[in-house]
């Protein structure tokens, strides 16, 4: 096989010059052969031999040797060492040339080719995309769409492309959108259905494509999946309906394609993605919470929800989940609840349809994702709820599990989200009782600490609280200002250039509510925050120089 190879090679070198079609046809029908019995040994001898730089010219459009010329290029380029020798003999431009031929042969050898070429090579692909490979590709799909070989050739280009960032804008600009949806229509197959959903889901990350895929009519073949799947128990049933669940969701990430969908919550597919939600597969009671949770990313859509009895619908999914414990519908619903609770209107109605009283059901989870969306939840429901706040914030469970969760220093989200809400509770309460049960359950100090955030809003509300505080019940909590060392962190805060105006503005305020403490005060009378205050009052916000100078006189009247 050997020697026969050498001298196929031999004769192709010769024959190439002189270009006699019979000889040249024998040559690269022996090489075929050769790589099929062994394709790296074969493809070595290719290469020692300098065969490749002989090939660019053996693709010329016409003639009758190309589809065999790209097929022996593809067989080649399946073995990594070869795909550089392949890149420097020249093969790209003239592949890509041949995209424009009508014959199918060739098209498909040729897409064999430069896919294997590219394998894995995101320079290569970048560079096939500059040379207009994706609006070509397109039409060619467009023109062949009943060859399935050639389609499939296709479809496995733009999977590989559509990974590329750069690729998006290219793909933009073409009907890609419109000819995958037509192909999806026609297919019956589970695998065919799969290639192009592989196709679809990176190139629906971008924004642009997500309007085109809708204006196409996508989302009314997934709607059309989700029917024929769901009761389905085959494995590609589970697999289908997943991954048309999960696009639908990745369509509802575009705040145009969304708002189009929404409808003013008439949209026949919004009112159909609202039915998953009862439904008692957990895929769709997923994707469905989470539609929900996309579609409430305005407050207009949000009170439309809120006043339709979608929140009833919530509460219902998780009452389900309370003990089948499904993390990710647990979390998916939380989240929905969330946004839906963002507008102030929706406030009262949410607490009123009882919640909060659903949300704490979760409160024993260990599970960080589940804490971090039930925080999240109940910060939004008492803003400016002083009722719901004062409820919530003498509540001794939940108070307690807050203070644990303000030292989760594995999980920064948990952590933050439950110092937040422990400031919420008394900014929003205003109560006493509110701030007996924190004092009580040692959460003081998690406020202190969080006054020297790196976030300014996490550093005013955690002063605002310690304000009210030291206002409310300075007695029961000097001990722990002490402890945590309040004074110092003050001071730090008044002393810092950085610090925001709100902050020194509450820090002062902060600071004049300690006095009434020996303590405090003496710790107050122990730095020089004389000297730093005065020069507050020529700070050029009118508040923070005026509330500088009541400092002033407070600290030099107790001095």
């Known amino acids: 096989m050997a020697d026969n190879l050498s001298d196929a090679l031999k004769k192709l070198k010769l024959a190439s010059a002189d270009s006699s079609t019979d000889s040249v046809e024998s040559c690269l029908d022996c090489l075929l052969k050769a790589l099929a019995h062994n394709n790296a040994d074969a493809s070595e001898k290719i290469q020692e031999m300098g065969v490749l730089p002989l090939l660019p010219t053996l693709l010329a459009p016409q003639s009758s040797c190309t589809p065999k010329v790209a097929n022996i290029i593809a067989e080649v380029a399946k073995n990594e060492f070869m795909r550089s020798p392949c890149v420097e003999a020249g093969l790209i431009p003239p592949l890509v040339q041949l995209l424009h ?74 009907n890609i959108a419109e000819e995958l949806v037509r192909l999806f229509r026609r297919q019956a ?20 494509i997500k309007l085109q895929l809708v204006e196409a009519g996508l989302v009314e073949c997934l709607l059309d999946v989700v029917v024929h799947t769901v009761d389905g128990v085959r494995e590609e049933d589970v697999a289908q309906l997943k991954t048309a669940s999960d696009l639908m969701v990745l369509l509802l990430l575009g705040d145009e394609s969304m708002q189009k969908l929404f409808e003013g919550g008439k949209g026949s597919v919004f009112q159909r993605v609202l039915s998953w939600v009862p439904s008692h597969n957990h895929q769709l009671q997923l994707a469905g919470a989470l539609a929900i949770a996309n579609f409430a990313r305005n407050d207009g859509n949000c009170i439309h929800m809120v006043e339709s009895g979608i929140v009833q619908k919530l509460l219902e999914l998780l009452d389900r989940h309370v003990d089948e414990g499904n993390v990710t519908v647990q979390h998916a619903a939380l989240s929905a609840l969330r946004n839906l609770a963002i507008p102030v209107v929706n406030k ?28 999240g939840t109940l910060r939004m429901l008492i803003d400016t709820q002083a009722d719901a706040a004062d409820q919530l914030g003498t509540n001794g469970k939940l108070v307690e599990r807050l203070v644990e969760w303000c030292e989760a220093k594995d999980h920064a989200g948990v952590m933050g989200e439950s110092n937040r809400l422990l400031s919420a509770l008394i900014r929003h309460s205003k109560s006493k009782d ?74 002062m305020v902060i600071i004049c509510a300690v006095m009434g403490s020996e303590p405090l005060h003496k710790e107050v009378q122990g730095l020089a925050f004389i000297d730093v205050v005065s020069k507050l009052r020529s700070h050029e916000n009118k508040t923070v120089s005026h509330q500088a100078s009541l400092t002033e006189q407070r600290l030099t009247a107790q001095s």
């Open 348 to 375: 009262a109605k949410m607490l009123s349809a009882g919640v909060s009283d659903t949300v704490l059901k979760f409160l024993p989870s260990e599970m960080p994702p589940v804490q971090f969306k039930l925080l």
């Open 101 to 174: 031929s009508k014959d199918h042969e060739v098209l498909l050898q040729t897409g064999r080719a430069l896919g294997n070429i590219c394998y894995d090579s995101h320079s290569l692909q970048a560079q096939l995309i500059n040379m207009g490979v994706i609006p070509t590709l397109v039409k060619l799909l467009g023109l062949h769409s009943d060859n399935t070989a050639l389609t499939e050739m296709c479809l496995i280009a733009f999977g590989n492309l559509a990974e590329l960032e750069s690729s998006k804008e290219q793909f933009a600009s073409t």
């Open 434 to 507: 509110v701030v007996k049960t924190v004092i009580q359950g040692a959460g003081v100090k998690h406020l202190v600490v969080m006054a020297t955030s790196e976030h300014m809003i996490m550093q005013n509300e955690a002063l605002v609280a310690l304000g009210l505080i030291a206002g409310l019940d300075l007695v029961g909590a000097e001990k722990d200002f002490v402890g945590a060392g309040l004074v110092q962190v003050l001071y730090k805060l008044l002393s810092d250039e950085m610090s925001a105006p709100e902050v020194k503005y509450n820090s």
């Open 189 to 208: 197959e589970h695998e065919k259905k799969e290639m192009i959903f592989e196709v679809l889901a990176p190139l629906a990350e971008n924004d642009v």
